[in-house]
């Protein structure tokens, strides 16, 4: 119900590379409207590496950029392949446990990276420049305006504080944590606490479940 507005959205008009990168939207979203925010994805081929370095190009694609592992990049198959065949990437398999006791949770929210442009470090983080940064947060803003969530769940510190400056009027409801592959996920803070519990308390408390 969301697709005809989003690929009204610049960065995914012109670009079937592009489109790849569009929003999960679970069948039930529309009920609790929880939208998980992930940093990037990230690219496994050197040859496909080479084709993104360029931000500038990247950025104003038609077509012309074609990728040989294009899986790498597809949110909707990425989301999928974890429900359906439980693939064991890190940030799906790390949260597994924070997310147990709410039933079909795939089903509930809404996924997406934060960065419009994959990693070029294979699964380590994601090195930006300022462009990225405001590209991302644009296409980002245009895309809360059509799904509209209620609740925003960053799982990447580094994409939540771009988003905390921007002053959003989302910005009410929004909460942010480690990435879950990182040893912060686990780890605990100064504060005794750990991203991992927060996170699970989080989702608890949005779907109602008792912890």
Same mark, same amino acid.
């Given at each position: 119900?969301?697709?005809?507005?989003?690929?009204?959205?610049?960065?995914?008009?012109?670009?079937?590379?592009?489109?790849?990168?569009?929003?999960?939207?679970?069948?039930?979203?529309?009920?609790?409207?929880?939208?998980?925010?992930?940093?990037?994805?990230?690219?496994?081929?050197?040859?496909?590496?080479?084709?993104?370095?360029?931000?500038?190009?990247?950025?104003?694609?038609? %077509?012309?950029?074609?990728?040989?592992?294009?899986?790498?990049?597809?949110?909707?198959?990425?989301?999928?392949?974890?429900?359906?065949?439980? +693939?064991?990437?890190?940030?799906?398999?790390?949260?597994?446990?924070?997310?147990?006791?709410?039933?079909?949770?795939?089903?509930?929210?809404?996924?997406? %990276? *934060? *960065?419009?442009?994959?990693?070029? +470090?294979?699964?380590?983080?994601?090195?930006?420049?300022?462009?990225?940064?405001?590209?991302?947060?644009?296409?980002?803003?245009?895309?809360? %305006?059509?799904?509209?969530?209620?609740?925003?769940?960053?799982?990447?510190?580094?994409?939540?504080?771009? *988003?905390?400056?921007? %002053?959003?009027?989302?910005?009410?409801?929004?909460?942010?944590?480690?990435?879950?592959?990182?040893?912060?996920?686990?780890?605990?803070?100064?504060?005794?606490?750990?991203?991992?519990?927060? *996170?699970?308390?989080?989702?608890?408390?949005?779907?109602?479940?008792?912890?």
């Amino acid at each position: 119900m969301y697709d005809n507005k989003l690929l009204e959205i610049d960065f995914y008009k012109n670009s079937e590379t592009h489109r790849l990168m569009l929003p999960y939207i679970g069948s039930e979203y529309e009920k609790y409207k929880v939208l998980i925010v992930g940093e990037s994805h990230y690219l496994g081929e050197d040859d496909d590496r080479e084709k993104v370095k360029d931000f500038k190009k990247w950025l104003t694609d038609k %077509n012309e950029i074609k990728l040989i592992k294009s899986e790498y990049i597809n949110t909707r198959w990425v989301v999928k392949e974890h429900c359906d065949n439980n +693939n064991k990437q890190p940030f799906f398999s790390m949260i597994k446990k924070e997310i147990i006791n709410v039933e079909n949770f795939w089903n509930k929210v809404s996924f997406m %990276n *934060f *960065f419009i442009v994959p990693s070029i +470090n294979g699964s380590r983080g994601i090195e930006v420049s300022k462009d990225i940064e405001e590209k991302s947060l644009e296409n980002f803003e245009n895309v809360l %305006n059509v799904i509209k969530p209620n609740y925003i769940l960053f799982l990447s510190k580094k994409s939540y504080c771009i *988003f905390e400056r921007s %002053n959003s009027k989302f910005l009410k409801n929004t909460f942010g944590f480690g990435h879950p592959s990182s040893p912060w996920w686990s780890r605990k803070r100064k504060d005794g606490k750990k991203y991992k519990e927060e *996170f699970k308390e989080k989702i608890e408390e949005i779907f109602d479940k008792k912890i």
